[in-house]
């Protein structure tokens, strides 16, 4: 899924913070969402759009739901809303929340180990994924996509950036940490020509077996600076301590992230139908400013797209 970052292709260790269930959120599985007339998702009031309902298939408007699976956890995207409980949230479920909420039906998760998501969906348990999965050819050979954020690897720094880190060659010469057999750890590597270049010394990159003990490394001073897929940063630096241990490095010429790419929600191709209802309430999500609201619940504003695209990879 995101990352070049294909979502996986790294893999990210992190806590699953508590959090409060969004307005409205029923129990995960074939009976949780929000209620069929519109709702509130993220502080934001979302109404449904009749033209939009009437054009989704027949067998979805009689059932009243679209049946979405989602690998939890895997934050922010999709998180327990409580330890030991069913209900879900997280940017991805709230994204669903509101897209129900736009087409009038419900958007109903159910958890899915990740491997399994694309085999449920060819074999009709499912008619769309939302698991911040990345959208490349090779999926879209069994599936289309409907895309709703652009992702890559970030930088996670210290609270207030002491060391004033804003972009990967202020990571030259100096310790950085990184979870080793990553495509953030390839991103280093790859980086320290770069720094060689320009008559700087390479980073001093430090592995770590797990994304945690990266960022223990970082609350300790061991390093300056974390790179990590950039959605998990962000969910870090409004996270943790209150927000207070952390903070997300922006860097204004990679503000999806380095080598961001299209994370999408996945159809079942045989619902065509279903994929263009959904791309155009995204849409209407993305003109009235909603889907970035979602998105920066999340400490990821900059991960929204300003357009609902279709199967938009480039890989």
């Not at 029923?26 to 007339?37: D, F, V």
Request: net charge neutral.
């Amino acid at each position: 899924m995101y990352i070049s970052v294909p979502r996986r292709g790294a893999t990210v260790a992190l806590a699953c913070t508590a959090l409060a269930a969004v307005s409205g959120c029923g129990a995960s599985g074939a009976g949780g969402g929000e209620p069929a007339g519109g709702g509130k998702v993220a502080g934001v009031t979302v109404t449904r759009d009749a033209a939009l309902h009437d054009a989704l298939p027949e067998q979805v408007r009689k059932a009243g739901a679209v049946r979405v699976a989602t690998d939890v956890p895997y934050p922010p995207f999709a998180m327990f809303a409580a330890e030991g409980k069913s209900e879900l949230t997280g940017l991805d479920y709230d994204l669903g929340q509101a897209l129900g909420a736009k087409l009038g039906v419900r958007f109903a998760f159910t958890p899915t180990k990740f491997d399994g998501i694309v085999p449920a969906l060819q074999a009709g348990k499912f008619d769309a994924a939302m698991s911040a999965l990345t959208d490349n050819k090779e999926r879209q050979k069994v599936v289309d996509f409907v895309d709703y954020s652009r992702s890559g690897s970030g930088i996670l720094v210290a609270e207030g950036n002491p060391a004033k880190i804003s972009t990967l060659d202020g990571l030259c010469g100096r310790k950085v940490g990184v979870q080793a057999a990553t495509n953030q750890h390839k991103l280093l590597e790859a980086h320290q020509a770069t720094c060689r270049a320009a008559g700087r010394q390479a980073a001093d990159i430090q592995t770590f077996p797990k994304d945690s003990d990266a960022q223990l490394a970082l609350r300790s001073g061991k390093v300056i600076a974390e790179v990590v897929t950039k959605p998990a940063a962000g969910w870090s630096a409004k996270t943790a301590d209150g927000g207070k241990a952390f903070d997300l490095a922006e860097d204004p010429g990679a503000p999806a992230g380095y080598g961001a790419s299209p994370n999408g929600i996945a159809v079942d191709r045989r619902l065509p139908q279903l994929t263009d209802a959904i791309q155009r309430a995204l849409q209407a999500l993305i003109d009235d400013g909603t889907l970035t609201k979602i998105c920066d619940k999340y400490g990821v504003a900059s991960i929204a797209v300003k357009e609902a695209t279709k199967n938009a990879a480039v890989d």
